[in-house]
């Protein structure tokens, strides 16, 4: 089972020590083994089956409900999803969700990237970008001449959530990408008009899918820049992908097995206690991470602003003497795996998702063998 790497220090964590589930990755996440158990158990009759038909449609169906009774949808919101992940709705959005202008809050890596397809968009004005360092995140100010506000509700890359509310004054559709935060953050659908996510964070499936709660403010936009002429590749039109989703469909084929394991993970969720429970769920897995890290001689929290430190992410920095690379490579060769850093924030760091799948005894486990891993390389 365990996969032992030649570089890492030869340190063996004892076994009393390790946590139940050694996946602490960011996104692929941990699914839990209920939900592929589940979908071994459908496998002969749902895998390889057509997507137009019942049997398809009906997970799609009860994802679409499930994610309604999630966040509590008021009347006019819909569920849409598509192929393609986050990445793809972004450039979905230039095309039919921005009127002329947007504005957005980047904070990293992720909310950067929406910033930089608006930016690229040869048929919108330049969008307005309010940048702040790593580790916080900016506030979104109310102009007359911006259409859309694009907030992150969580920063994977640097692990700072933010609250989601409505720029006081604006009258622009709020754009929130989600894609780690839905399912284990608080939101209130009255405060957005498009909330998008893929479901290989919280959701515990797969990638390649997007996912979009939209108001009826922003299906009213869809519409509006659809009839207004504006040329938009079928594959990034979002009236398409609303068309389809009312037929519990999507355009092109999707991955089957991701929307089932989604539409498992949803129903688990709502079973517990819906957003409640997922959001105290992982505010506890937050307080363990951060309240081990404070007490140590060798971690830091990274978000020097506790109301800013993810729930869902939590990313703690180690002291000059440790290094985190021997660490995280020591915990993988244990079969911890993907407590690595975000790559290009180029830090001494731990990066730790602590997703609604991941059990909250785990992170209090993880944080132990951290602890002893560190004693070891020491010594
Ligand atoms: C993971 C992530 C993305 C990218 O999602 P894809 O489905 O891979 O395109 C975008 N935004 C945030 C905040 C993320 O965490």
Request: net charge negative; charged share 20%; glycine share 8%.
């Amino acid at each position: 089972m365990i996969a032992y790497v030649t570089d890492a220090p030869d340190i063996r964590i004892p076994a009393n020590l390790l946590p139940t589930d050694g996946r602490f990755g960011s996104g692929p996440s941990k699914i839990r083994p209920e939900a592929v158990a589940a979908l071994a158990e459908s496998a002969s009759t749902y895998l390889g089956t057509s997507h137009r038909q019942k049997t398809v449609k009906s997970v799609v169906g009860s994802l679409r409900a499930g994610l309604r009774d999630l966040f509590s949808l008021p009347e006019g919101y819909e569920v849409v999803l598509g192929n393609g992940g986050t990445t793809c709705f972004w450039d979905a959005a230039t095309f039919c969700l921005v009127e002329r202008k947007s504005q957005h809050l980047s904070f990293g890596e992720f909310s950067s990237k929406f910033a930089a397809a608006a930016a690229a968009a040869p048929h919108l004005d330049d969008p307005e970008v309010i940048t702040s360092p790593a580790g916080t995140h900016p506030t979104a100010v109310a102009r007359d001449d911006v259409d859309l506000y694009a907030l992150t509700h969580n920063e994977t890359s640097t692990g700072v959530m933010m609250p989601i509310t409505r720029p006081a004054g604006a009258s622009g559709l709020v754009a929130v990408d989600a894609t780690s935060g839905a399912g284990g953050l608080p939101v209130d659908a009255a405060d957005v008009d498009a909330y998008y996510f893929a479901p290989q964070k919280c959701f515990a499936s797969d990638g390649g899918l997007w996912v979009a709660v939209l108001s009826p403010a922003a299906l009213e936009r869809v519409a509006a820049l659809k009839a207004s002429g504006r040329w938009v590749p079928a594959f990034l039109d979002l009236s398409i992908a609303i068309d389809n989703s009312r037929l519990d469909q999507t355009y092109n084929t999707p991955a089957l097995a991701t929307l089932y394991l989604f539409d498992q993970q949803v129903r688990w969720m709502n079973e517990q206690g819906g957003l409640a429970f997922t959001t105290e769920r992982c505010a506890r897995s937050a307080e363990v991470l951060y309240t081990w890290a404070e007490s140590s001689d060798f971690a830091t929290p990274f978000v020097a602003n506790p109301e800013e430190r993810s729930r869902v992410v939590g990313t703690v920095d180690l002291a000059d003497g440790v290094d985190a690379k021997a660490v995280a490579a020591t915990l993988r060769a244990n079969g911890i795996v993907d407590t690595e850093p975000y790559r290009k924030l180029g830090r001494n760091q731990l990066r730790i998702a602590m997703f609604p799948a991941v059990e909250p005894d785990d992170v209090a486990a993880l944080c132990a063998c951290i602890t002893h891993v560190v004693g070891a390389l020491a010594s």
